[in-house]
Structure formats: structure tokens, C-alpha cells
């Protein structure tokens, strides 16, 4: 894929060369720790994502309830919650870069396949792996605050009041789509290659993303984009609401990744392709 180029008439400078797609199944890869190891840090992340976020979301409801306060502007409000989601991502994906590669939600864990950056038994174990993370997080939370878990919704996604379950299917498509976008273009080997400090700034664009996308559609789906997350929440709380809507939050994140790998590697990355050619000398 890469070529010289040539520039000034002799100059030759070589291009940088993706590495080779990954395989459909690497069994060599099922005998290395790493891989189990990777797996192991895909459940703890989740597990403390889930944790943190859904405490920050029951704390926020539970400080502005009207029987019990009468603060309406209390607690951490739409603000800090986006604030929580999208820092513990930043703070994790951090973490586990290096271990796992940081997906924590198996619509980045499915983009990335399609994109052929993972094997099939490690996007499915990651899957696995999130979503029992997810389950035990969302425990943990019920366990310390059964009551306040109960009274006010558990963190369960649902689609609010007044939107139909389309609208709530296009937030949850476009929202994922900012997401993997976005971890695409921020762990783009070729941009790392150029720029030496784009690995150590990788998680604070995706920690972004996720901040921005929470304060959008928090009014909407409670924001989803992570169907680990959802689903760990829905089996944790068991409400009739939360398991009616939580097709919603698989179908539209993983809609929403396939397009951003697809946009990404098929038109971003061809387009550069084609642009760089448009630099050699025809000398």
C-alpha cells in the first residue's frame, strides 16, 4: 500500500503502511494470557463504568425529588451526569488502552470488527465480558442502595414521554456514531504514526464524545450508546419499560458503529488514499 514518493526530482520519502486487517479467528491467539488478560480488564472497566455513572444518576434523582427536597436546582443535574459518563470513559479507557484497547461497550467492540481491527472470538468475548461487567456494576449499586436503586429507575434506559420509539432509534444511531467516529480517528495508527502525541491524548476526544452526546440525548433515551450499559441496567432493575425499549439501545448503536467504520475506513481513508497520489511529481 505505501509508496515512495517522490519530490524535488530524487527525494524519496516512504509512506506510512497500515498494518495487515486482523484475522477472522487467530487461534494462536487463544493461548497467550494477554488475550485473557484483556478480557479480564474489558469486565472491570465496565463493571466500574456502570458503577459510577448509574450511583451519579440515582444521587442526582434522589437530591432533587420533590417529596423529599425542595431544592429543584440540587445535585449534579443533566451537567454533571454527562460530566460522570463521559470522565469515567476518559479515565478508563486510559487505563485499559494498553491491556485491551479500552473499548467498554460492545458498539466500539463491533465497529472495530468490522473495521477488521479485532478477531471474532475477541470481539465476542469482549462482548461477553462488558456486558457481565455491566450486570455486576449495576449490582453492586443495588446492593449498597437497594431503596434509592428501586425509587428512581435504577439508571435504566428508557425512551421518555413524548418521543416515539423511531426518534428515540435515530438519537441512539447518530449518538453512536459521534462515539466511534470519534475513537476511530483518535486511534488512527496512520495519525498516530505522524503526530507522537495523539496515543497519549486518544482518550480525552473519546471521553468528549461521550460528554457531548449524554448532554444531547439525556432528555430523549436517558442515553444509550453503549448497549453493555443498557443492558446491565435493564437486568439489574427488571421493569416491564426497560426491557420493552431495550432493543432500541442494540439496534441503534450497533447501526450507528457499522456506518462510522464504514464512513471511516471506506471514505475517510480512501479518500486519503486518493489525495496522497495527487502529490507525486510527474517528473
Same mark, same amino acid.
Given at each position: 500500500?505505501?509508496?515512495? +514518493?517522490?519530490?524535488?526530482?530524487? !527525494? ?35 463493571? /466500574? ?5 448509574? /450511583?451519579?444518576? +440515582? ?13 429543584? &436546582? ?17 479515565? /478508563?479507557?486510559? &487505563?485499559?488502552?494498553?491491556? *485491551? ?6 458498539? $466500539? ?18 462482548? $461477553? ?8 456494576? &449495576?449490582?453492586?449499586?443495588? *446492593? ?5 436503586? #428501586?425509587? !428512581?429507575?435504577?439508571?435504566? #434506559?428508557?425512551?421518555?414521554?413524548? !418521543? #416515539? ?59 444509550? +450508546? #453503549? ?7 435493564? $437486568? ?22 457499522? +456506518? ?15 489525495? /496522497?497520489?495527487?502529490?507525486? *511529481?510527474?517528473?
Amino acid at each position: 500500500m505505501a509508496k515512495d +514518493i517522490e519530490v524535488g526530482g530524487g !527525494y524519496g520519502a516512504k509512506d506510512y503502511e497500515d498494518p495487515p486487517p486482523a484475522q477472522l479467528i487467530d487461534a494462536e491467539e487463544l493461548t497467550k494470557w494477554s488475550f485473557y488478560r484483556a478480557i479480564i480488564a474489558e469486565f472491570v472497566a465496565t463493571l /466500574l463504568f456502570l458503577y459510577i455513572t448509574v /450511583l451519579t444518576v +440515582i444521587g442526582y434523582k434522589s437530591q432533587t425529588d420533590p417529596k423529599t427536597s425542595t431544592d429543584g &436546582c440540587g445535585g449534579v443535574g443533566i451537567l454533571g451526569i454527562a460530566w460522570a459518563f463521559g470522565g469515567m470513559i476518559f479515565v /478508563l479507557v486510559y &487505563c485499559t488502552a494498553g491491556i *485491551s484497547g479500552g473499548h467498554i461497550n460492545p458498539a $466500539v467492540t463491533f465497529g472495530l470488527f468490522l473495521a477488521r481491527k479485532v478477531t471474532l472470538p475477541r470481539a465476542v468475548l469482549y462482548i $461477553v465480558a462488558q456486558c457481565l461487567g455491566a450486570i455486576c456494576g &449495576c449490582g453492586l449499586v443495588k *446492593s449498597f442502595q437497594k431503596t434509592h436503586y #428501586n425509587t !428512581y429507575g435504577g439508571g435504566a #434506559n428508557e425512551l421518555a414521554d413524548g !418521543y #416515539n420509539k423511531g426518534t428515540g432509534l435515530g438519537a441512539e444511531i447518530i449518538g453512536t456514531f459521534v462515539l466511534v467516529y470519534t475513537v476511530f480517528s483518535a486511534t488512527d495508527p496512520k495519525r498516530n504514526a505522524r503526530d507522537s502525541h495523539v496515543p497519549v491524548l486518544a482518550p480525552l476526544p473519546i471521553g468528549f464524545a461521550v460528554f457531548m452526546v449524554h448532554l444531547a440525548t439525556i432528555p430523549i433515551t436517558g442515553t444509550g +450508546i #453503549n448497549p453493555a450499559r443498557s443492558f446491565g441496567a435493564a $437486568v439489574i432493575y427488571g421493569k416491564e419499560k426497560a426491557w420493552d425499549d431495550q432493543w432500541i439501545f442494540w439496534v441503534g448503536p450497533f447501526i450507528g458503529a457499522a +456506518i462510522a467504520a464504514f464512513y471511516h475506513q471506506y471514505v475517510l481513508r480512501a479518500a486519503a488514499v486518493k489525495a /496522497l497520489g495527487s502529490f507525486r *511529481s510527474n517528473a
